[in-house]
């Protein structure tokens, strides 16, 4: 089973600048998560859609950031404008119920700003 | 405010050594806790607990759920230099949300 893909694996920018995270997830999964992971801190939760639908967003900074899930399947973040303080890695997850409380992870997009 | 804590920050311990990770909650609507393995960049699922299944044991890997002290401990016995990692505890809270402690950074030296 091919596992929860992620693309670019880095990604450099200067502040001010745009960038754009893509992920697909399990397939069959519906249920979709983007964390942000600073270094040395924990993940912490974006966003989480099911099917193509938003469940949680309450920690998204929505002035800059964005996320969709188009048809329920692969799903992009992006970032604009991009601050000092984005520079983090971006994990994506997935699992196949809501609430289901295994979730299967991304290699994750580490984003420098410069 | 929903917190998860963990302790300690990091260790250092040598191959065959028995480490004890702690993690500690403060959650609105438990529903689960979660240990998870973080080595490079993608945490992989190790345990889920919950007020059914309090107590879980893989190979050299246990970990015990106390929901009146609002706690849990991962033990491995027999340390490995491949146990090295960052070990990341998570709790649900209701039916959506989840919350990540810090992790504990454990390195065992050959």
């Known amino acids: 089973e091919a596992g929860v893909a992620q693309s670019p694996r880095y990604k450099i920018i200067e502040k001010r600048q745009s960038v754009a995270f893509w992920c697909n997830p399990i397939s069959g999964h519906a249920t979709l998560y983007w964390y942000q992971q600073i270094l040395g801190q924990g993940p912490k939760l974006l966003i989480q859609f099911q099917n193509n639908g938003v469940v949680d967003d309450s920690q998204l900074p929505k002035d800059r950031f964005s996320a969709e899930r188009l048809k329920g399947v692969d799903s992009t973040l992006k970032i604009q404008p991009a601050k000092l303080e984005d520079s983090a890695v971006y994990l994506c997850?997935?699992?196949?119920?809501?609430?289901?409380?295994?979730?299967?992870f991304g290699p994750g997009t580490r984003l420098t700003v410069l | 405010e929903d917190k998860v804590v963990q302790s300690p920050l990091s260790l250092v311990v040598h191959e065959g050594d028995t480490v004890t990770l702690n993690c500690s909650y403060e959650?609105?609507?438990?529903?689960?806790l979660l240990w998870y393995k973080q080595e490079k960049k993608a945490p992989t699922f190790l345990f889920m607990l919950?007020?059914?299944?309090i107590e879980k044991k893989s190979g050299r890997l246990s970990s015990i759920l106390d929901k009146k002290e609002l706690s849990s401990i991962l033990n491995i016995t027999a340390t490995q230099t491949g146990d090295s990692a960052i070990y990341l505890c998570a709790v649900q809270s209701g039916t959506y949300k989840y919350i990540f402690g810090t992790g504990t950074r454990l390195k065992v030296l050959a």
């Open positions: 919950t007020s059914s299944g």
């Open positions: 997850a997935s699992s196949p119920l809501a609430g289901a409380s295994e979730q299967f």
């Open positions: 959650v609105t609507n438990f529903r689960s």
